[in-house]
């Protein structure tokens, strides 16, 4: 049976990072990418670069912030929307749906939230709201969908090496978390907690306090399941050792295979 590998990638910054994106997707090949932070205007977007890689792509720009895409191995993403229904008001580049291999996929870039109490912390909370209420006219659809990208949100404390330094920080304060978890009440499967139920496993690792060599990290790259394609999750992991070239983003690519 054939398999499915589908990323999410918070690049944190394309031009910068385009010879690791392209040495990871070269080495670990795989089909279905969604990226995030690109912090590059539509019109700086190394397309060309990407497709001579052997991949399609949809992106949506913005200088110097945000920034989402989507890349299809050997063909191209069928672009469904930008942004979220009913929330046109948001000048942001977080949200691009395609149609991508038989799969919907939603790649998304949740509003970090920083610092809260106030506005920004405001703004994350009402873009939740927002993918909440289309998460659940997808999962509605009985389509296969993934909703993959960097949700900015610490599920439980066994998601962080540790709270204390965190307690005040917006990617785990309990409106945040209750917005994830409403998510998955809705019948979408977290994959890389279904695949690692008792297990540390961590996707984002800050620049400070020598975080990467300690293993001092964060879960906040996700990539949530609408329910058929649960039982067909066959694997899940995180390429750390892209997380530990020179000048690495720093999240590392977040990943599924599914049986097709």
């Given at each position: 049976m054939a398999t499915?590998?589908?990323?999410?990638?918070?690049?944190?910054g394309i031009r910068a990072r385009l010879p690791i994106l392209l040495q990871w997707l070269e080495t670990e090949k795989p089909d279905i990418?969604?990226?995030?932070?690109?912090?590059?205007?539509?019109?700086?977007?190394?397309?060309?670069?990407?497709?001579?890689?052997?991949?399609?792509?949809?992106?949506?720009?913005?200088?110097s912030w945000n920034g989402v895409a989507i890349l299809s191995r050997d063909s191209d993403?069928?672009?469904?929307?930008?942004?979220?229904?009913?929330?046109?008001?948001?000048?942001?580049?977080?949200?691009?749906?395609?149609?991508?291999?038989?799969?919907?996929?939603?790649?998304?870039?949740?509003?970090?939230?920083?610092?809260?109490?106030?506005?920004?912390?405001?703004?994350?909370l009402d873009w939740f709201e927002h993918l909440i209420k289309h998460a659940d006219s997808l999962l509605n659809s009985e389509h296969p969908v993934?909703?993959?990208?960097?949700?900015?949100?610490?599920?439980?404390?066994?998601?962080?090496?540790?709270?204390?330094?965190?307690?005040?920080?917006?990617?785990?304060?309990?409106?945040?978390?209750?917005?994830?978890?409403?998510?998955?009440?809705?019948?979408?499967?977290?994959?890389?907690?279904a695949k690692f139920p008792d297990e540390r496993i961590y996707t984002f690792w800050d620049y400070f306090r020598n975080h990467w060599k300690t293993n001092s990290g964060l879960r906040i790259d996700h990539l949530l399941l609408s329910k058929g394609l649960k039982p067909k999750l066959k694997n899940a992991g995180v390429d750390r050792w892209v997380r530990d070239l020179p000048h690495a983003s720093d999240h590392a690519p977040t990943w599924i295979e599914l049986k097709v």
């Open positions: 499915l590998k589908i990323a999410t990638f918070n690049i944190n990418v969604c990226l995030q932070e690109l912090k590059a205007a539509d019109s700086a977007f190394p397309a060309d670069d990407i497709r001579n890689a052997g991949y399609g792509v949809i992106w949506q720009g913005e200088p993403p069928l672009e469904i929307r930008r942004g979220l229904p009913g929330n046109e008001k948001d000048s942001h580049s977080r949200y691009l749906e395609a149609a991508v291999q038989g799969v919907i996929v939603g790649c998304l870039y949740l509003p970090n939230g920083n610092p809260q109490p106030g506005p920004k912390f405001d703004y994350k993934v909703l993959a990208g960097d949700y900015n949100v610490i599920p439980t404390d066994e998601d962080i090496y540790n709270t204390r330094s965190w307690l005040k920080d917006a990617l785990l304060q309990p409106e945040s978390r209750e917005c994830f978890q409403r998510l998955l009440d809705q019948g979408w499967t977290d994959a890389l907690r």
